[in-house]
């Protein structure tokens, strides 16, 4: 369900294209991409009718645990970060607390598969 209580079907294909878009230049943004979208996916799962912001905000957590620069670019968006100062709030948040990793190869496709 969109803010404006619009209910238009999930496409998981629309997710991807948006955390890719997140990702865009980063070392396996492909196979990140696929794997925060089955991560979303499995965070919703058995939900009938789930937020937009509840997307978003599984998007957010995955991608700290993934890649620090994409999280930044999806955090702009999502906390709505207007202006330098909080943008390096963020940044230093994680570097001061940063969250356990998530390694994504190239070989995390095949595995999701199968």
Do not use: C
Not at 18 to 39: N, P, S
Not at 73 to 87: C, D, L, Q
């Amino acid at each position: 369900m969109k803010r404006d209580e619009r209910t238009p079907d999930f496409e998981i294909r629309q997710l991807r294209k948006g955390v890719h878009a997140a990702l865009w230049g980063r070392q396996d943004a492909d196979a990140k991409a696929l794997m925060i979208a089955h991560l979303v996916l499995s965070d919703i799962r058995g939900q009938r009718i789930v937020q937009s912001t509840q997307i978003s905000a599984s998007v957010l957590a995955h991608l700290r645990r993934v890649d620090d620069v994409g999280y930044l670019r999806w955090a702009t968006i999502v906390k709505k970060i207007r202006g330098i100062r909080e943008f390096a709030d963020e940044a230093a948040d994680l570097i001061h607390a940063p969250s356990p990793r998530l390694l994504v190869t190239q070989n995390w496709r095949r595995w999701a598969r199968a």
